[in-house]
């Protein structure tokens, strides 16, 4: 079927440390990949994307990895810093008519100064 | 510009009460969309449209109406209110004819239904 879920509903960790949220998704009709932040009381905004022929993609202190033989996406945020605290969603782009982006649950991350 | 643009930013509606949601961009963006966002759930997508005077059906559309007879604006009806349709709801656009292209979100409309 069509879903994106991710592993773990929070994630908690330490100023400085790295993060990693992942999230499995089940359409192998899907071709491209995003990665969106959400701050309480607004819209998600775009944090990254991976289309389906990379495995790695780099921004400023983000990465996300796609493992596509497992079906796995994985954002890491390097230095955590206060300012990341917030929900995180995976979504997916389907090629099938359309292009439909269909989101996961999302997981909230804290960060403990 | 202003991106993508919600009103109202809240609305509490009777039960059977009609009323719509508006949404406008200003990017010339193709591709528009309208999700809600519940509690411990993801955003789920109600109607989408390719451009102007395309409309299709998403994940929950049941108990919405959309049209799209501009490119700019992309209105969500609500027909008759339900207390199930109690929730968050953000409209989104992208660049069309580009599927690879991130999806950029309002601020979202906040609707409580009684």
């Known amino acids: 079927g069509e879903s994106v879920g991710l592993h773990l509903p929070t994630l908690s960790v330490q100023e400085g440390d790295n993060s990693i949220i992942n999230c499995a998704y089940s359409?192998?009709?899907?071709?491209?990949f995003i990665w969106y932040k959400q701050e309480s009381g607004k819209g998600p905004q775009f944090i990254i994307d991976i289309r389906s022929n990379m495995d790695k993609r780099q921004g400023q202190r983000v990465t996300v990895l796609l493992n596509k033989t497992v079906k796995h996406l994985s954002l890491q945020i390097a230095a955590t810093q206060p300012g990341d605290s917030a929900v995180y969603f995976c979504a997916e782009t389907l090629n099938t008519g359309g292009f439909k982006t269909i989101f996961g649950a999302g997981t909230r991350l804290f960060v403990k100064a | 510009n202003a991106g993508v643009t919600q009103t109202p930013k809240f609305q509490v509606l009777k039960t059977g009460q009609s009323m719509t949601l508006q949404c406008a961009q200003d990017?010339?963006?193709?591709?528009m969309s309208w999700y809600r966002q519940d509690p411990g759930m993801g955003l789920r997508l109600i109607h989408y449209s390719v451009g102007a005077g395309i409309t299709d059906q998403g994940e929950v559309p049941n108990g919405y109406n959309v049209s799209r007879s501009t490119t700019e604006d992309f209105p969500l009806r609500l027909l008759s209110a339900a207390p199930s349709q109690t929730s968050v709801y953000f409209c989104?656009?992208?660049?069309?004819?580009?599927?690879?292209?991130?999806?950029?979100f309002g601020n979202g409309t906040r609707l409580t239904v009684t």
């Open positions: 359409n192998s009709a899907s071709d491209y």
């Open positions: 989104a656009s992208r660049a069309g004819g580009l599927m690879g292209s991130p999806l950029h």
């Open positions: 990017m010339n963006h193709e591709y």
